[in-house]
């Protein structure tokens, strides 16, 4: 899991890194203007939340929280 901040501003990126800190979110926390610096740089995000399965090169496989969590089910 990876979680996109859409958080904006002089402090968004502080802002957004502590919200997720405090709900105990044990994943990477992105920010919008640093996806181009990662293997996520070509998912497309048009809303929130967005749940996309990609693979160890970035690749998007599945798209939508029903498909994408029933993937995962499937994987244990």
Do not use: C
Not at 38 to 51: L, R
């Amino acid at each position: 899991m990876v979680h996109v901040s859409l958080e904006r501003g002089a402090n968004g990126a502080d802002k957004a890194l502590n919200w997720a800190n405090k709900e105990g979110f044990p994943w990477l926390t992105v920010m919008p203007g640093k996806m181009g610096e990662t293997i996520f740089k070509d998912i497309k995000v048009q809303f929130v939340p967005t749940y996309v399965l990609v693979d160890k090169d970035g690749k998007e496989l599945l798209r939508g929280e029903k498909e994408v969590f029933e993937k995962i089910k499937s994987l244990k």
